[in-house]
T-cell receptor, first 120, second 110 residues
Framework: EAGVAQSPRYKIIEKRQSVAFWCNPISGHATLYWYQQILGQGPKLLIQFQNNGVVDDSQLPKDRFSAERLKGVDSTLKIQPAKLEDSAVYLC??????????????????FGEGSRLTVL | TQLLEQSPQFLSIQEGENLTVYCNSSSVFSSLQWYRQEPGEGPVLLVTVVTGGEVKKLKRLTFQFGDARKDSSLHITAAQPGDTGLYLCAGRSGGFKTIFGAGTRLFVKA
């Protein structure tokens, strides 16, 4: 089974430029997440989709970040304009709608390798 | 706001030593996961604990969920250089959100 695919793996841009990251989740996974991981920190949720609808985007800086999952499969995360503090790894994760272990929907996530962004 | 605090933040040990890392919260979680992340890779799930007091073993790794489901520990016996990485705990709240701790960065020297 193919894993979560992300591209590009690395991107270097100057501040105020724009960048887009792409994610293709595991086939059949209804829920897709974008996390931001700054060096030395744990992943922080930016946005969560269920099929093509947004479940949670409360921590997405909407003045510069946008994300879409138009057909409920792959997703794009865009930053425009980028700031220095956006330098981070952007992780995409997916999971089935329901993932039950020991009678509990555990929330386990399947991650891609991430896209590392450096803003100069 | 639910938070997961991990300690220590950084650990450097010799091969063969034992270690324990902790994940604590003031909130109750329905389940808790441990992930390991290697440089340049995404986190990979190690284990999920669900029941208060539960203990799970994965080779030399032992995971425990606190009785009140607010905390967890990961114990590694006889650490090896291949255990080097960032260990993240993550908890699922009553909603659909999975939150992560800041991680414990482990370095095992040969």
């Amino acid at each position: 089974e193919a894993g979560v695919a992300q591209s590009p793996r690395y991107k270097i841009i100057e501040k105020r430029q724009s960048v887009a990251f792409w994610c293709n989740p595991i086939s059949g996974h209804a829920t897709l997440y974008w996390y931001q991981q700054i060096l030395g920190q744990g992943p922080k949720l930016l946005i969560q989709f269920q099929n093509n609808g947004v479940v949670d985007d409360s921590q997405l800086p909407k003045d510069r970040f946008s994300a879409e999952r138009l057909k409920g499969v792959d997703s794009t995360l865009k930053i425009q304009p980028a700031k220095l503090e956006d330098s981070a790894v952007y992780l995409c994760a997916s999971r089935p709608l329901s993932w039950i272990r020991q009678g509990v929907d555990t929330g386990e996530l399947f991650f891609g390798e991430g896209s590392r962004l450096t803003v100069l | 706001t639910q938070l997961l605090e991990q300690s220590p933040q950084f650990l450097s040990i010799q091969e063969g030593e034992n270690l324990t890392v902790y994940c604590n919260s003031s909130s109750v979680f329905s389940s808790l996961q441990w992930y390991r992340q290697e440089p340049g890779e995404g986190p990979v799930l190690l284990v999920t604990v669900v029941t208060g007091g539960e203990v799970k073993k994965l080779k030399r790794l032992t995971f425990q969920f606190g009785d009140a489901r607010k905390d967890s520990s990961l114990h590694i016996t006889a650490a090896q250089p291949g255990d080097t990485g960032l260990y993240l705990c993550a908890g699922r709240s009553g909603g659909f959100k999975t939150i992560f701790g800041a991680g414990t960065r482990l370095f095992v020297k040969a």
